[in-house]
């Protein structure tokens, strides 16, 4: 089992950056691909961004591609997503997830697929 915690969220204004960070616990943070989602009001969960278990596959959303990055440190237990270049339509909780899987090269992109969520973290994108 695994337990997830996000931080680094926050109020910005458009054009500014801003980095989530995911803390695991557990000792088989390595065992987990993992992915962050968004929600923003009135709109259903989505996926943006999501990491395999060895960083060799990455996946980004169209609306996010360029601008955002994710990263894991597996010694850390950490995963994060560089925001940069941030957009009021970026306004939303975000969620850090993690999925268990066998494969090395596998990506949480669907929240079915999800094992394990964190509580999320706020951002908010003024104009």
């Known amino acids: 089992q695994v337990q997830l915690l996000e931080s680094g969220g926050g109020l910005v204004q458009a054009g500014d950056s801003l980095r989530l960070s995911c803390a695991a616990s557990?000792?088989?943070?390595?065992?987990?691909?993992m992915g962050w989602f968004r929600q923003a009001p009135g709109k259903e969960r989505e996926s943006i961004a999501a990491?395999?278990?060895?960083?060799?596959?990455?996946y980004y959303a169209d609306s996010v591609k360029g601008r955002f990055t994710i990263s894991r440190d597996n010694a850390k237990k950490m995963v994060y997503l560089q925001m940069n270049s941030l957009k009021p339509e970026d306004t939303a909780v975000y969620y850090c997830a993690a999925q268990i899987t066998v494969s090395l090269w596998s990506v949480a992109t669907t929240t079915n697929g999800v094992d394990y969520w964190g509580q999320g973290t706020q951002v908010t994108v003024s104009s």
């Open positions: 990491i395999s278990r060895n960083s060799g596959k990455t």
């Open positions: 557990g000792r088989t943070f390595g065992n987990y691909a």
